[in-house]
């Protein structure tokens, strides 16, 4: 009769140890500190679902940040982008969270330094030929004074994070070209607004390579998606007024999520 009896035994031992396995190996490992810093795009204005402790900075639930940690289960989650950011707020303001357990940071920034806002005011108000020579201000400061902005901010965030993987996401373009859909804006407007995004991408690929950092490309990502397409992940003229122009709750999970998860 003891045989059977130290089987049972030695098969519970047994039993016992794998369940143990099985439940280590289950067990999801934590990711990375995240810190996500930048502007309204980062921010998630725009996305609806807001913070409410973060005020004027409307940061969101559907922000591509929150939906990568909801999704990542970061170590810890330092959400910091606020609307309306521009370089100078990011260096004196939102680096307090990065260090050298810093294992991934994600920005958005340069755009209101352009003068994003008041090149879509004057665009939406204006002649074609006012509208133009605002772009044309905004293209000289992308190409002359913006790089030395973009310099100093990478520079302070590889200086604090030095283990940090960096991704610096881009914008999308506002519209699609050529489209049936489009009221309002003239072809020539739109198509000036679109090559200013451009620009402003081309220059902070640029200098996010020079830095070592990763560029998350979204205007391939809106592509199909821009206004006037007609399945918009970008909102025309609303209210709130500051809403305008800013991604939907699509445009960060189908745009700026993926074009994160790409390359973190």
């Known amino acids: 009769m003891r045989p059977p009896k130290l089987l049972t035994v030695l098969s519970a031992l047994v039993l016992s140890v794998l369940m143990a396995l099985v439940g280590t190996g289950s067990a999801q490992a934590a990711g990375p500190a995240y810190v996500a810093l930048g502007d309204s795009y980062s921010s998630g204005n725009g996305a609806g679902n807001y913070i409410d402790a973060s005020g004027n900075c409307h940061r969101s639930n559907n ?120 009221i309002g804006l003239s072809q020539t407007k739109r198509e000036a607004i679109n090559d200013a995004s451009d620009l402003l991408n081309s220059v902070i690929s640029a200098r996010a390579s020079a830095h070592g950092f990763a560029f998350g490309d979204v205007a391939a990502r809106f592509a199909g998606h821009e206004l006037c397409s007609g399945d918009n992940w970008l909102h025309d003229v609303r209210l709130p007024t500051w809403e305008a122009y800013h991604p939907t709750a699509l445009g960060h999970s189908g745009g700026y999520l993926p074009a994160l998860n790409a390359v973190d």
């Open 63 to 182: 922000a591509y940040p929150a939906l990568w940690a909801a999704a990542n289960a970061p170590s810890s989650f330092s959400f910091v982008a606020c609307s309306g950011a521009v370089t100078s707020d990011v260096t004196g303001s939102q680096l307090s969270s990065l260090n050298a357990s810093t294992g991934l940071v994600s920005i958005s920034i340069g755009g209101n330094d352009a003068g994003f806002a008041n090149v879509m005011t004057t665009c939406v108000t204006g002649s074609d030929s006012t509208c133009l020579n605002r772009i044309a201000t905004a293209e000289s400061f992308i190409t002359g004074t913006l790089p030395g902005r973009l310099n100093s901010v990478y520079s302070a965030i590889d200086s604090r994070a030095p283990n940090a993987h960096v991704v610096v996401l881009g914008y999308p373009r506002m519209y699609i070209e050529p489209s049936n859909w489009c």
